[in-house]
């Protein structure tokens, strides 16, 4: 939540910063800032997405060639030109952008307000740079020093910015439960939320750790200290593996659109190197390493939140039924907050995209607290979550722009499904035979979702026959109930229709209610084992003349009879279907939004990466 973007260095530093919150915008676009130090600091913000700022700039002098900028998702004060970032201390020396949540900001507040301060918005923000004013005019020190003092006083999350225009050589930064990544270039450095604005500079970056301040000369060197006032002696510098093409949206019309074609792609990359239908196995390093506490394990927790909880669920139902261990599923935000029983031989599987979701953080950190083993499941690389984890398996997705999960989620799927699997082997749980074939199964998986992405204008037709419904049921059992949600989620998030994902037989305690001829239910009736149950909840549906939209296997006749609409898919076996009935879905709510003219890649009210709690 929240994009923060700065540079220091011998080239313009607007365009660069214009150029790097373009690409952090899907962390937040409800308004956007930037401040050029030249002599003076100037700053121009706006409400709006980052067009709107570079309109507004138009015309002013931005020439400098070291600055700060910011794309906000708001929290603390409503998205308008003065609660945007960057925030100027009251004597106009110092700039500071911010993301995350100051907690104590209102204690803060009134004791500088006591102290003559005035303030211009409503947000936690501009108490930071105030203190940090304050500190730096009452000890008469510099901005690094200043900033370290402020922050101990501080109860929050951050990743800030500042700058000073009595010290233009000199860039601040710090963190705490929200990421800042250091990109290194030749007489150049950059701060940004993440890799993706400083990618196209260089490839060497430095991933700053909680309560790390960074302090970056022009002269071409930086110090890393802690809010403690320890030097961090020679901090890792790593050299990305990303690629500019990566965050570009290749011809197609949307971001989304994009990553859902990705996923041929995508999968066969989260199954890369760990496993081997031919000679029969699957390994993943970081579970290999852990394999006797796993074997040991009397229980195993999977958090997460929003899509990520999705593919958690569907792990239950694997962890389950192939490695037999006792699985429990848990919104991050709940789990930490009700006092959960957690022993020390329990294993916390932490699933997330972004790897920086405040709240799947904070889980994890209570089950480290007590003693369990963490593991991240992750897609971006650096990210806290993969970093605070004792050990996990990175999805290997790339770039995932689209604020609507969609390759992530099949990439976690394989990395889950691939967990499962080798547990249920060590344990002994799944015969050679059946181990084989699921093997053989999941390396068929890109050419399956291939199959399903060729119906693309058959689901573009059935959106455009629903596009005018302002609800929708889906249902699914077993293994597509968690599909079902999902489902459910795509829609709404993006194309703003209610909808609702439940357990097909749960539709008539309740739901059933809810069915005339206006409701369009989708059926996610793929899952053999269930199907002869599913046929009758279809029947039920129809009965009470529901707009029926089943995703079915390929050749299932009667289910095709039944229903008004059927997205017959590829088979696969049972434990895989929800990894190919998602991807109709995802074309669905795409199509869907698309038609309700909604903004598809950046949906109102969201942001990508939700660091705040
Ligand atoms: C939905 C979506 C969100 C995220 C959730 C968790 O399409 O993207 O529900 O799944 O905010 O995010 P991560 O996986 O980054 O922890």
Known sequence: MCGIVAYIGDKEAYPIIIEGLRRLEYRGYDSSGVSILNG???????KGK???????????????TIGIGHTRWATHGKPDDINAHPHNSGNKRLSLIHNGIIENYSTLKKALIELGHVFHSETDTEVLIHLIEEYQTRNNCDLEEAVRLALKKVVGAYAIVVIDSQDPNTIVGARKSSPLVLGIGENEYFLASDASPIIKYTNKVVYLNDEEIVKISRNGSFTIKTIGNELVKSPTIKELDLKLEELEKDGY?????KEIFQQPTTIAESMRGRINADEGWIQLNGLERYMKRFMNAKRITLVACGTSWHSALIAEYLFEELARIPTDVEYASEFRYRKPIVYSDDIVIALSQSGETADTLAALELAKEKGALTYGIVNVVGSSIARITDSGSYIHAGPEIGVASTKAFTSQLVV???????LGQEKGNISEGEFRELLQAMEDLPRRVEKILELNDKIKFIASEIQESNHALYLGRGLNFPIALEGALKLKEISYVHAEGYPAAEMKH???ALIDENMPVIVIATNLSAREKIVSNIQEVKARKGIVIAIVKEGDDI?????????????????????LSVIPLQLLSYHIAVMRECNVDQPRNLAKSVTVE
């Open 510 to 512: 309740g739901p059933i």
């Open 40 to 46: 003076d600091i100037h700053t121009v913000k706006k």
């Open 253 to 257: 019309d949307h971001f989304m659109l």
């Open 50 to 64: 980052v067009q709107a700022l570079v309109d507004a700039a138009e015309g002013v002098n931005l020439e400098g």
């Open 559 to 579: 289910i095709n009879e039944m229903a008004d609409y059927t997205i017959e898919i590829p088979g696969t076996m049972e434990t895989l279907t929800p990894l």
């Open 416 to 422: 889950l499904t691939l967990m499962a699997l080798r």
